[in-house]
Structures are given as C-alpha cells and as structure tokens.
C-alpha cells in the first residue's frame, strides 16, 4: 500500500512544470479579452438601440453561442490550453462546460447522453443558484429592505 505522502510526492513529480507568471498573464490576457469582447457588443447593442438590460441580455447570448459553438468546433479547448482560468470565468467557460458534456455524451443518444450529460453541469447551477434565490429573497422579505 502507497501512503499519502508518497503518493503526493509521486503525482508532483509527474506533474508538467508550469511557469505561473506566464499562466497568470495569459490567463488575464485572454479571460480579458473574452470580457472585452462582451463590453464592445453591450455598446453595440446599446447604440443599435436596446435599452440597458435588453443590451446586457443580448451580450449574454451572443457569449453564451459563442463559446458553445466553439466548443462544438473544438476551438474553445485550444484557446482553454492556452488561456487556463481565464476561459473558465467569463460566461463563455460556463457555455463551454455545458457543451462539452454533451458533445462527450453525443454517442450514447440525443436522450440518455446528450439530455442527461448537459445537466451534470447546469443541474448543480440551477439547485444552488435557485437555492441561494431564495435564501436571499427571505432575507430581504423579512429585513424589511424589499
């Protein structure tokens, strides 16, 4: 049997060397980029003339296809290899995620794969982000700041 300091020992040793300066830049560079990228289409939105909640919708689901169509393609891992956390914060990770589930599941049917894998990520989203809704609704219902 293996202890957990040898173990531990072992995995760092097999573990790829990463240089974190360079990971933290790329990181901020390219998580920066996507949230950019997100500010330039809420501007463009809110000139084409949506109102300041119909342009922040309309950024959101641009971002959302976006990174589920890169996901499809398979070029949203490739900018992830690069960019680390930086593709994991913007909404587009969270669409990356839920996508990849499901392109994963694709041959085990549109039912049983595709229709339960795509909740192994939402579904835990859904519970606590409802969950917290709640919580937070009570709070404010009984301080009296609602």
Known sequence: MISQQEYSR?????APVS???TDTLKAF???????SAG?????VFSMLG????????????VLILTGALATGFGWYSALAKH???GTLIPITGFSN???SAAVEAQSEGLIFGVG???????????????AASVIYGLIYYLTGLV
Request: proline share 2%; aromatic share 8%; net charge positive.
């Open 29 to 35: 560079l390219i998580g920066g980029a996507i949230c």
């Open 19 to 21: 240089d974190k300066k």
């Open 10 to 14: 072992m995995a760092e040793a097999a």
């Open 39 to 43: 500010q330039v289409l809420f501007a």
């Open 83 to 85: 960019g680390g956390a």
């Open 116 to 130: 339960t894998k795509i909740f192994t990520i939402a579904g835990p989203v859904i519970l606590y982000g409802t």
């Open 97 to 99: 995620a839920v996508c």
């Open 50 to 61: 949506a109102g300041k909640e119909n342009a922040a919708a309309w950024t959101s689901v």
